[in-house]
């Protein structure tokens, strides 16, 4: 079946991708660094569809959209530690891989640790606003693909298998977030994407200054 698809700058556009989500479907959304696809973090068939579509063995796994960062405390535990990642570099393209609570589904994340990522996209952080808060997301791109930049990607590459695409056309940056493991001292740089290392460790302190 080919998915609907909707303009980013219609008037319904945040009603239609609701009522997808809510009938527990996929929808495709354009995000600051790529398109993701997203669903409910409570819809457990939409969540193992995701696995699905993208497998767990390149690496990939579902994380957490989150608009504001008041949301946080629902699904994870910032270390101290860690929270000079999360002042410096959201809303942006990094994703902190951290402590999970219970809120979380299982089929989300890995183990006890969940992905948060606030995208700094307006339209994203509308989507998740409307959502409860908190979108469910990976790439929307098959296992060893590149990351969809624009709607048509998304479609040459899913196709049936999203419900509805967000056309927002070309994403800003390109490529998918950096992602940082803060659930160990010192946290560990997992993905290098749009912020380097240097900039990772240089916000966190670990980086000397040459006398």
Same mark, same amino acid.
């Given at each position: 079946?080919?998915?609907?698809?909707?303009?980013?700058?219609?008037?319904?556009?945040?009603?239609?991708?609701?009522?997808?989500?809510?009938?527990?479907?996929?929808?495709?959304?354009?995000?600051?660094?790529?398109?993701?696809?997203?669903?409910?973090?409570?819809? =457990? &068939? !939409?969540? $193992?569809?995701?696995?699905?579509?993208?497998? /767990?063995?390149?690496?990939?796994?579902? *994380? @957490?959209? +989150? #608009?504001?960062?008041?949301?946080?405390?629902?699904?994870?535990?910032?270390?101290?530690?860690?929270?000079?990642?999360?002042?410096?570099?959201?809303?942006?393209?990094?994703?902190?891989?951290?402590?999970? =609570? &219970? !809120?979380? $589904?299982?089929?989300?994340?890995?183990?006890? /640790?969940?992905?948060?990522?606030?995208? *700094? @996209?307006? +339209? #994203?952080?509308?989507?998740?606003?409307?959502?409860?808060?908190?979108?469910?997301?990976?790439?929307?791109?098959?296992?060893?693909?590149?990351?969809?930049?624009?709607?048509?990607?998304?479609?040459?590459?899913?196709?049936?298998?999203?419900?509805?695409?967000?056309?927002?056309?070309?994403?800003?940056?390109?490529?998918?977030?950096?992602?940082?493991?803060?659930?160990?001292?010192?946290?560990?740089?997992?993905?290098?994407?749009?912020?380097?290392?240097?900039?990772?460790?240089?916000?966190?302190?670990?980086?000397?200054?040459?006398?």
């Amino acid at each position: 079946m080919t998915p609907r698809i909707v303009r980013a700058e219609e008037p319904n556009v945040i009603e239609q991708a609701l009522a997808v989500w809510r009938a527990g479907g996929l929808v495709a959304l354009p995000t600051d660094t790529v398109y993701g696809l997203s669903a409910l973090p409570t819809c =457990t &068939e !939409a969540l $193992r569809r995701m696995g699905q579509i993208k497998g /767990r063995d390149d690496g990939a796994f579902i *994380a @957490l959209l +989150l #608009a504001d960062p008041e949301e946080l405390p629902r699904f994870a535990i910032l270390p101290e530690a860690a929270r000079p990642l999360a002042e410096r570099f959201w809303p942006g393209p990094v994703t902190l891989m951290l402590p999970r =609570t &219970e !809120a979380v $589904r299982p089929e989300i994340g890995e183990g006890p /640790r969940v992905g948060i990522r606030l995208p *700094a @996209l307006p +339209l #994203a952080q509308a989507l998740i606003r409307a959502a409860g808060g908190a979108l469910a997301a990976t790439s929307a791109n098959l296992p060893g693909h590149p990351a969809a930049r624009n709607a048509q990607e998304v479609l040459s590459q899913l196709g049936p298998e999203v419900d509805l695409v967000i056309d927002g056309g070309w994403v800003s940056i390109g490529s998918a977030s950096t992602v940082v493991d803060c659930t160990r001292w010192p946290p560990v740089v997992v993905r290098e994407g749009p912020v380097s290392e240097v900039d990772i460790r240089g916000a966190l302190g670990l980086i000397r200054r040459e006398l």
